[in-house]
């Protein structure tokens, strides 16, 4: 048995938890075309015969703009240090930015070995795929440098293999069925919080927290209650729209995912309440569960 960790960083959007979900073969991080959208550590496991690889997805790292992103971008560096290797993603689609720089800067005193994944090939072809790799290869002392698309599953297999090699643990620390260590309540109240993200526009996803007050099971259904935490009535009113629509279309969505999960017929009711900056008072921050670390 060979194991171990490995880190997934990056800036905002490049595909970490797109490859996350990939790499395991199962949703377990929610994804969006918007920043900001993982807000907590993901493991997430790939076991296969004698390998077993734990994934931690993390928020990207970018610079903090109130409490909530301070605690982000240190959960981000955290996990940089605890691991076997880290894999650094980047969007090879777009030119390198201060973003990228930001992160990288950030691995100067990290030992770790540190491969770097290009994703988002299927934007590109192959002639734009060797110069970006010519690009980005001194900009750090890189282990290896793969690329791949997450969205598009090409070369994902060969990320795994070259990850392989840098696995220090004998330890099988999962069971071979389980993909990831997020309890369900978290898994449920996330996929809220991304139909959310899909149906409204930007200035809705920073200050929205989802959170599960209750599930009971009965023979044919499990009832599922969520919150949805805005920091302001204008968001609550986005939320639930003309008519309730809006919350209406977020629930339906809802369910037929938490359906897909569970197996099983799943009743949803969905509260939207305003906690008037949440984002900004350390105890709703500890109490929402950002304080995990
Ligand atoms: P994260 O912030 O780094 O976790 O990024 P996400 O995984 O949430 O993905 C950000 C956006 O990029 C989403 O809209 C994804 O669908 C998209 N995306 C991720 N991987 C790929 C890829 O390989 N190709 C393309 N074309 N889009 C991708
Ligand atoms: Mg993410």
New binding site residues.
């Given amino acids: 048995m060979r194991s171990g960790f490995v880190s997934l960083i ?1 800036r ?8 996350l979900n990939r790499l395991v073969g199962e949703k377990i991080a929610i ?3 918007k920043q900001g ?2 807000r907590n550590l993901i493991q997430g496991v790939y076991t296969k015969d004698d390998i077993q690889i734990v994934f931690v ?1 993390t928020p ?1 790292i970018h610079k903090p703009i109130h409490k909530l992103g301070n605690k982000l971008n240190y959960q981000a560096y955290y996990s940089a240090n605890d691991v076997d290797v880290i894999a650094l ?1 980047m969007d090879a689609s777009e030119s390198i930015g201060k973003g990228d720089m930001f992160v990288i800067d950030k691995l100067v005193n990290v030992t770790t070995p540190v491969i770097l994944v290009l ?2 090939i ?2 590109l072809n192959n002639e734009e795929i060797l110069k970006k790799i010519d690009e980005v290869k001194d900009l750090y002392s890189f282990a290896e440098i793969v690329p791949v ?4 599953n090409d070369n994902v297999e060969r990320l795994i293999s070259v990850l392989s090699k840098y696995l220090n643990d004998t330890v099988k620390y999962f069971p071979d069925e389980e993909k990831t260590s997020s309890p369900m309540e978290f898994r449920l109240a996330e996929i809220v919080r991304e139909k959310i993200l899909e149906l409204t526009n930007d200035e809705v996803p920073h200050s929205v927290h989802t959170l599960v007050s209750d599930i009971t099971e009965d023979d044919k259904t499990i009832n599922v209650y969520v919150d949805i935490i805005v920091d302001r009535d204008a968001l609550k009113k986005i939320i639930i729209g003309k008519k309730g629509l809006m919350l209406k279309e977020i629930g339906m969505r809802a369910r037929t995912d938490m359906e897909k999960l569970l197996g099983k017929q799943v009743y949803l009711e969905l509260y939207v309440k305003t906690l008037k900056k949440w984002r900004d008072k350390e105890k709703y921050l500890n109490e929402l569960g950002f304080n995990e670390l």
Avoid: C, M, Q, R
């Fill in positions: 990056g905002p959007n490049v595909g970490k938890s797109t490859l994804t969006s075309d959208t993982t997805d990207g993603v994703n988002k299927d934007k698309s997450a969205s598009h």
